[in-house]
């Protein structure tokens, strides 16, 4: 069903092929719209916060395709840090992983249980995770997230969600666009006996634009 507005925000709705597979997605027309948000603009005061979960990166996409590249899931339990729209979520549930969405903006949650029922995709879950605030015991078989050190000041926290969420033979795989604020991110995972392996990747958007970045791949030795 096609929508002109979802909770409030007037959407667009594409169908991107991705990885040989086709993904309905809808997000708000415009994100430069949401700077003018009252409540936007208080969260930014409060904590610098701005509303990137609101459209689909072209990380994303390069995550996506090495996703649906990847390991069959086979029912195993993943999370998406920072899912936005949901499209990393989308591909990892299309593998077989037992994916839960997760943001730390309750918008984009929403945003990415709606993509996921538009195409008929079942999520083990959506909620909300900041992390900034590590796990207690380690959970996940794999974690994902699409351009998350975008800022210097997420590596270390990162990292230390990454040590505090990865099963014994868990991995997290993670895209940037080849962000100079994400060159240290190895360096904190390595403080916490993590290791880790980078792949240059790139793909040409479904909009017809060339992406190149990086997929670094996180794991215990």
């Known amino acids: 069903m096609n929508r002109d507005s979802y909770l409030g925000y007037v959407v667009r709705r594409?169908?991107?092929r991705i990885g040989g597979c086709s993904f309905d997605l809808t997000w708000p027309a415009d994100i430069d719209a949401l700077l003018d948000y009252p409540e936007v603009r208080e969260r930014f005061a409060r904590d610098q916060y701005m509303p990137y979960w609101a459209q689909p990166w072209p990380?994303?996409?390069l995550l996506a395709e090495a996703i649906l590249a990847g390991d069959e899931g086979r029912?195993?339990?993943?999370?998406?840090?920072?899912?936005?729209?949901?499209?990393?979520?989308?591909a990892a549930a299309k593998m077989g992983w037992s994916v839960?969405?997760?943001?730390?903006?309750e918008h984009a949650i929403a945003f990415a249980q709606l993509n996921a029922a538009n195409n008929n995709i079942r999520l083990a879950g959506a909620r909300m995770i900041d992390f900034r605030l590590p796990l207690q015991s380690p959970a996940y078989d794999r974690v994902l997230g699409a351009d998350l050190t975008y800022e210097r000041r997420n590596a270390e926290p990162l990292a230390q969600w990454l040590a505090s969420s990865l099963t014994a033979q868990g991995e997290a795989w993670l895209s940037d666009p080849n962000r100079s604020a994400g060159d240290a991110f190895p360096s904190h995972l390595r403080s916490l006996s993590l290791e880790v392996e980078v792949s240059a990747v790139e793909s040409t958007s479904p909009v017809g634009l060339l992406h190149r970045g990086r997929i670094w791949r996180v794991f215990r030795p």
């Open 59 to 61: 990380a994303a996409v």
């Open 14 to 16: 594409e169908t991107w």
């Open 75 to 90: 029912g195993r339990p993943a999370v998406e840090l920072g899912c936005g729209v949901g499209l990393v979520s989308l």
């Open 100 to 105: 839960t969405a997760s943001d730390y903006d």
